[in-house]
């Protein structure tokens, strides 16, 4: 999965309507991912299931409850495990656990993701927000798992394809005989016994 800054400036501020009509445009704005965990909203219930997150809480910040620069795309499970918590800090000091701001940074650059598909925290701030969001919940590595094998895939067939635009169709037909070919020698050695009984004696 795959983090990126919001970046704010870019966005046209909503001219009527309040913050549960924007949904929408926070989406695309977001690219359809959680701002926190990342986790697309297709693989996850879709625009209907995720929330508008208010970054500072409504609870506490009651004059941002329509405030477009506080508003963020994200999936209900990262929605109820920040609920209201705040955290005051100074601004780009990684020593102190708070929520840095997503139009201002990108969470991306907080983690580290391991060969098991877990996250690590680069610093302070990295394991507070793993910690709280319970960023590596399991459901999550296995999303992590799923989109690095489709991404490869992807590669994969892109390569194929590639390889197949350079053939000419004499080429493709050689390949297609040669794939044949080594489809028989396959099964054939997964189906037939590499030795017959007289030629171990
Ligand atoms: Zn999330």
Redesign the pocket.
């Known amino acids: 999965m795959e983090w990126r800054r919001i970046d704010k400036s870019q966005s046209e501020e909503p001219t009527n309507g309040t913050y549960r009509d924007w949904k929408p445009q926070l989406a695309t704005e977001g690219e359809h991912r959680?701002v926190?965990?990342?986790?697309h909203d297709n693989r996850w219930g879709g625009e209907r299931i995720f929330h508008v997150e208010h970054f500072k809480p409504k609870s506490k910040f009651k004059a941002l409850i329509n405030s477009y620069a506080n508003l963020f795309y994200?999936?209900p499970?990262?929605?109820v495990f920040k609920s209201d918590s705040w955290f005051d800090a100074p601004v780009g000091d990684w020593t102190v656990c708070h929520y840095p701001d997503p139009s201002e940074y990108n969470y991306g650059e907080f983690f580290v993701v391991d060969v098991t598909n877990q996250l690590t925290g680069v610093n302070a701030v990295g394991k507070f927000l793993i910690e709280r969001?319970h960023l590596n919940r399991k459901h999550l590595i296995i999303e992590r798992r799923k989109e690095i094998v489709e991404d490869k895939l992807t590669s994969l067939h892109g390569e194929i394809d590639r390889i197949i635009n350079l053939l000419n169709i004499d080429e493709l037909r050689e390949l297609a005989q040669l794939q044949n070919a080594i489809g028989k020698i396959r099964s054939k050695a997964i189906y037939t016994p590499m030795y017959e009984p007289a030629d171990l004696s």
């Open positions: 959680c926190y965990c990342s986790i994200a999936c499970v990262c929605n969001l």
